[in-house]
């Protein structure tokens, strides 16, 4: 299998304050990654130095064998994005914002995308909405359509089904499913739901205080700390002092 | 360059102010109500001073180039602002947009608001007052020509201060023009100022501008010097404001202002 995202030993130092301290990791193609880690242990900023947003400190990000730091615009088309902390335009309407970001992708077959996109994500009804007053399930299934807009290859999940009824969570975890058998794509996730990254995730990362302090399958990992779900690994992990650094 | 990327966040902005008739107001309601007020004060002096007696329209003239300068450093920051108010700065950072291609954009959105607060400025002068701007002949366009590059130039300066600094830098947004304001010789010659003020004057493009602006509707005379040494200044100050641009966002990128902008 073909490694779509590869990182290499990445560190970033904010002033003196290591907030990723040297991890790697790999994606393959039709992959998962679960990335769990309580708060403030370097999840977000190591999706932002996948993202280009962030530039680390050290170390070397390739996406699809392309190196990042020399091919950031080429590796932009082929990446996105989904988090609850960003919005798309409130005063556009759904489909406007859909036009848009399919222009700035160089989307070819636009009205056929966005056609496909709505049907698989139930949001044909809600295309000539405006954006800022759709619903949190509605604006996330569209913020999944944005994110797809281009066919990435990879896609970045920061908390994708936060603040979502169980309904809609469930439709878009078994989207996702379907979407990346579909496609192929690699996804890496970072959510604090851990039966949702039970459910999707082939393997996990742990992170704390900068590094990756442990990793392997859901269910290994129950095993190897001896417990019965991945919450309660989760809460070992997290709550351990100095164990693992 | 992609015309594609350019045209498509050009109509992210362009949605966005057809789809809001307060918007819309907005960018019509202050440049009339600029020059209607300054159309008074101009009338004022012109039976009460003698420099203006010959010149009816110079105050409003120069009120009419001042607030087009105004409309495009502010539209400029506006549009980069829309982006962090409504949390969509990570959307359009993670397109695969060159800076130049996003500055490119913005440039011309810009010119288009500032054109549409404009455009009805202009028209209104002539029935309210007898006075036209068209007076200016060709030069004209050289004058606006020379404030849209200084407004952008602006404009790209307070964006790269948003870049780097984040949100917090928002009300330096707001004052910029104010700051610039006395020093740009507006309404008034260059000597009403004191010495020290003069020097620093000279090093703005605006003197030059406004200068030459007078000379035409007072004196009837055309100075190129002055559209030429404006432009000069135009170009460094607007070469020094894409460098800072590029700097702000490689500084935002070791910092990390990109992925908090807005939250």
Redesign the interface.
């Known amino acids: 299998m073909k490694n779509l995202i590869e990182v290499q030993n990445i560190k970033k130092n904010y002033g003196n304050k290591e907030a990723v301290k040297g991890i790697s990791f790999c994606v393959q193609e039709n992959e998962i990654l679960g990335l769990l880690g309580p708060n403030g242990s370097g999840k977000t900023t190591t999706i932002g130095m996948l993202l280009g947003l962030l530039k680390p400190s050290s170390g070397n990000i390739f996406i699809n064998n392309l190196k990042l730091e020399e091919n950031r615009i080429q590796i932009l088309e082929m990446i996105n994005f989904i988090s609850p902390y960003i919005e798309l335009p409130k005063k556009l309407t759904v489909k406007q914002n859909l036009y848009v970001y399919s222009k700035l992708y160089k989307v070819k077959n636009i009205k056929e995308r966005i056609e496909y996109l709505s049907e698989k994500l139930r949001i044909t009804e809600l295309l000539e909405s405006i954006t800022g007053e759709l619903s949190s399930g509605q604006k996330n299934r569209v913020s999944l359509a944005k994110a797809l807009i281009n066919e990435p290859k990879v896609l970045l999940l920061d908390e994708p089904t936060a603040s979502l009824d169980p309904e809609v969570g469930d439709f878009v975890r078994t989207f996702l499913e379907e979407y990346k058998k579909e496609k192929k794509i690699s996804i890496l996730l970072a959510s604090h739901n851990m039966n949702e990254v039970t459910r999707l995730c082939k393997s996990v990362l742990m992170m704390k205080n900068g590094i990756i302090i442990d990793k392997g399958k859901p269910e290994d990992l129950m095993n190897k700390h001896g417990r019965k779900n991945l919450e309660e690994v989760f809460l070992k992990l997290s709550r351990s002092e100095n164990e693992f650094n | 360059m ?1 015309l ?2 350019i ?3 050009f ?2 902005h362009f ?2 102010i057809t ?2 008739f307060p918007r819309i107001l907005d960018l019509v309601y202050w440049p009339t109500i600029q020059i209607t007020l300054w159309g008074f004060i101009s009338n004022f002096f012109a039976t009460h001073t003698t420099y203006y007696n010959n010149a009816v329209g110079v105050i409003l003239t120069c009120a009419i180039l001042y607030d087009f300068l105004f409309r495009t450093s502010i539209g400029f920051n506006m549009l980069f602002l ?1 982006e962090i108010w ?13 800076i130049g291609e996003i500055l490119t954009s913005l440039v011309l959105t810009a010119l288009i608001r500032s054109l549409i607060g404009l455009v009805p400025a202009i028209l209104l002068t002539s029935p309210l007052f007898g006075i036209s701007i068209l007076e200016l002949g060709i030069f004209l366009f050289f004058l606006f020509l020379s404030l849209y590059i200084f407004g952008i130039t602006l404009g790209i300066l307070v964006s790269s201060g948003l870049l780097r600094f984040g949100p917090s830098f928002e009300n330096i947004a707001w004052s910029t023009m104010f700051l610039l304001a006395p020093f740009g010789c507006i309404y008034y010659p260059i000597d009403t100022l004191p010495e020290v003020f003069q020097k620093i004057a000279y090093l703005l493009p605006l003197v030059y501008i406004f200068e030459e602006a007078r000379n035409i509707l007072i004196y009837q005379t055309v100075s190129v010097e002055n559209i030429y040494i404006a432009f000069s200044w135009n170009l460094f100050y607007f070469i020094i404001s894409i460098v800072l641009f590029y700097y702000s966002f ?1 500084a935002a ?4 202002t ?2 908090n902008m ?2």
């Open positions: 992609s594609t990327r045209y498509g966040l109509l992210r949605y966005l789809r809001s829309e409504s949390r969509n700065f990570t959307n359009l950072f993670i397109a695969p947009m060159k490689s990128k070791n910092k990390g990109l992925i807005g939250e």
